[in-house]
């Protein structure tokens, strides 16, 4: 059965790869075709009890199982690799953070009295809306609105200077 497998195989390589190079770029996935079947042939050779006829089917099968289940072998690769890549990511996310944070203690300095009231409410409780804001020092929404507008319009002089 080996050699019938090998025939398969080596017959039909090109148009495997293709078929599963065409269900990759549907899912939008990001893997090698190649490997793919070569896992497939894998998964055929060590079959049991198989005939010529089920050796297609089962390639096929086996290829569209590991695309489309969520917890293939293929998909739990892809998993876990997306997942070190978000957290490279992250370990980014917070190295920028870290010098907003640095940016901001620095731009906090540089207002008065009021405008610091304001901003410790805008930024540090998250009352960055302009009802949330209004609520917090019980005055009308238009002006909390002018003050989140004129706080974003100091800082965003303050970075660009």
Known sequence: MKTK??????????????????????????????GLVSDA??????KKGITEAEIGRLTV???????????S????????YSIEESTDEKIYDQTDRLILFI?????????????????????????????EL??????????ALYLIRDLKNKFINYVGS
């Open 5 to 34: 497998i090998d025939k398969f195989f080596t017959e039909n390589y090109a148009q495997l790869v293709d078929v599963t190079k065409s269900y990759i770029r549907d899912l939008g996935k990001n893997l090698e075709a190649e």
């Open 41 to 46: 042939y894998i998964y055929v050779s060590q």
């Open 61 to 71: 099968g086996f290829i569209y199982r590991e695309l489309y289940l969520w917890n």
């Open 73 to 80: 072998k293929t998909n739990r690769k892809g998993l876990l």
């Open 103 to 131: 940016d901001i203690e620095d731009f906090e300095k540089t207002l008065d009295r009021f405008e610091r009231n304001v901003w410790e409410a805008f930024y540090h409780k998250g009352h960055s809306r302009k009802r």
């Open 134 to 143: 209004a609520a917090h020092f019980n005055i009308d929404p238009t002006s």
